[in-house]
């Protein structure tokens, strides 16, 4: 068993940054990706991905502005978000994916970019 546990969202001003975490603690020696998804009404996106080999993935609407990264001794993944556009407003979900078991998930946390 895998437990996510994410913070850093709140609200910030457009233009602003925000730097979302996920710690994952249990049977973290079996992750071999974490990344994070967000949910807005009637939309589901991945937002980015890394192993634990360093490989990453991005959506293309946040490629330049986003950044993740992983500490791979402590299963934590961050997300340094910079240029926040208020169409980003959405729950931010961690995951990480196990093989041959499956994706835990964290429970979400707000990201809201408003004036």
């Known amino acids: 068993q895998v437990q996510l546990v994410e913070s850093g969202g709140g609200l910030v001003q457009p233009g602003g940054s925000l730097r979302l975490s996920c710690a994952a603690s249990g049977s973290i020696f079996s992750i071999y990706e974490m990344g994070w998804y967000r949910q807005a009404p009637g939309q589901r996106e991945l937002v980015a991905s890394i192993?634990?080999?360093?490989?990453?993935n991005y959506a293309d609407s946040v490629k330049g502005r986003f950044s993740i990264s992983i500490d791979n001794a402590k299963k934590k993944v961050y997300l340094q978000m910079n240029s926040l556009k208020p169409v980003v407003t959405a729950v931010y979900y961690c995951?990480?994916?196990?093989?041959?078991?499956?994706?835990?998930w964290g429970q979400g946390t707000q990201v809201t970019v408003s004036s």
């Open positions: 995951y990480a994916g196990v093989p041959s078991v499956g994706v835990y």
């Open positions: 192993t634990t080999n360093g490989s990453t």
